[in-house]
Nanobody, 123 residues
Framework: QVQLVESGGGLVQAGGSLRLSCAASGRIFRPYGMGWFRQAPGEEREFVAGIKWSSLSTYYADSVKGRFTISRHNSENTVYLQMNSLKFEDTAVYYC????????????????WGQGTQVTVSS
């Protein structure tokens, strides 16, 4: 089994920045892609960003384009989400996800999910 562990969440003022990390461990995992999703209270889980592991192609939700950047470690199965210019509406639990299968990265069809990390933006 593959475990994904997120870190880096916390409380930040509007306009501030946070960097989330997600490390994969467990059995050998060769990702096709990894992504970040988020879920606010009372809302459905939504796609935030995704990255194809080999090509480094990145994908973003319109709501975060220009503010968030997804990247990966060169030699480890770790993905990052740099979040700048944070807004109150970015408040949510952020989940990391990974897959070895060919999927549309903006869809929540991933094989592995982290436990989530809380991001709270104060206005």
């Amino acid at each position: 089994q593959v475990q994904l562990v997120e870190s880096g969440g916390g409380l930040v003022q509007a306009g501030g920045s946070l960097r989330l990390s997600c490390a994969a461990s467990g059995r050998i995992f060769r990702p096709y892609g990894m992504g970040w999703f988020r879920q606010a209270p009372g809302e459905e889980r939504e796609f935030v960003a995704g990255i194809k592991w080999s090509s480094l192609s990145t994908y973003y939700a319109d709501s975060v384009k220009g503010r968030f950047t997804i990247s990966r470690h060169n030699s480890e199965n770790t993905v990052y989400l740099q979040m700048n210019s944070l807004k109150f509406e970015d408040t949510a639990v952020y989940y990391c996800a990974g897959t070895s299968r060919y999927i549309r990265l903006e869809r929540d069809e991933y094989d592995y999910w982290g436990q989530g990390t809380q991001v709270t933006v104060s206005s």
